[in-house]
């Protein structure tokens, strides 16, 4: 579902990633761990296309994101085509990111109604399936500001789900929330991974949560993969100090 192959990535002369690469299979859950820099967050916006690959390359489903090799040579995509492929990702971030002046309901259906180009009744109709899902039709007609934190979330959640995406990206989605707030998000995305193969990345510092959903574990230093492995061999039997050394740290 995602190739990164010899994925780069620098903001001006400071290289954040390099030479990386890895395979994301479809329905799998991979969970990216390490600390605070170590190029995480970065690898969520480039397959968000929020960042510009700085070399190598992303496919989805075998097609490159934006960037593709003919004769040799690596050449950019036009914007076109790169968002016929970006439709297929939704993400999460950690601070939400609703459109504050839209109702709730309105939230959900503006991607689907003018990207996808659903009926509005039909995306109505699927987004409040989709708020009843995360527990909050009875929400609809309001505006975000009226709601709790994790209640966002559980609204961003739907709206990316309402694009029916193969891959979903999850970014530190429950950093922002108080801590009584965290485990109803969490419970939310657990019914999502139990209830779909979508892929997804997922960026947290949720420990059990991570053990819980994911598939697999990467743990990242300075922009490279340290280790990885099953969530028990990486959380419970790591190999590398580092890694020991982080996880104590967020305990
Ligand atoms: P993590 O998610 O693991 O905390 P990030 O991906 O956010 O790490 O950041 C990795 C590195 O990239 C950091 O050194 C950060 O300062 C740098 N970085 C991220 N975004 C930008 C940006 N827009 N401009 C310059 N440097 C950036």
Not at 2 to 17: A, C, Y
Not at 93 to 108: A, E, G, K, T
């Amino acid at each position: 579902m995602i190739r990164f192959e010899d994925v780069e990535k620098s903001f001006g002369d400071h290289t954040v990633l390099s030479d990386l690469h890895f395979d994301v299979a479809q329905g799998e859950r991979v969970t990216l761990i390490g600390p605070s820099g170590s190029g995480k967050t970065t690898i969520l916006r480039l397959v968000m296309t929020l960042e510009e690959l700085t070399g190598g390359y992303i496919w989805i489903e075998g097609k490159p994101l934006t960037h593709d090799r003919r004769d040799g040579k690596r050449v950019r995509l036009r914007e076109k085509e790169v968002a016929q492929t970006r439709k297929k990702i939704g993400m999460v971030f950690q601070h939400f990111n609703l459109f504050p002046n839209m109702s709730v309901i309105d939230n959900v259906t503006e991607a689907p109604v003018h990207v996808l180009g659903r009926s509005k009744d039909e995306a109505r109709e699927r987004g409040l399936a989709l708020l009843d899902q995360v527990g909050l039709k009875d929400r609809a007609d309001e505006h975000p500001s009226r709601l709790s934190g994790g209640q966002k979330q559980r609204v961003a959640i739907a709206r990316a789900l309402a694009m029916d995406p193969k891959i979903l990206l999850l970014d530190e989605v429950t950093s922002a929330l108080d801590p009584e707030l965290v485990g109803d998000v969490l419970g939310v995305l657990r019914d999502v991974a139990d209830s779909t193969d979508i892929s997804m990345l997922i960026v947290t510092h949720e420990m059990q949560f991570a053990r819980d959903v994911s598939h697999k574990v990467m743990m990242f230093d300075h922009g490279q993969i340290l280790e990885q492995g099953t969530p028990d061999a990486i959380l419970s039997n790591p190999e590398h100090e580092r890694t020991k050394r982080f996880l104590t740290s967020i305990l």
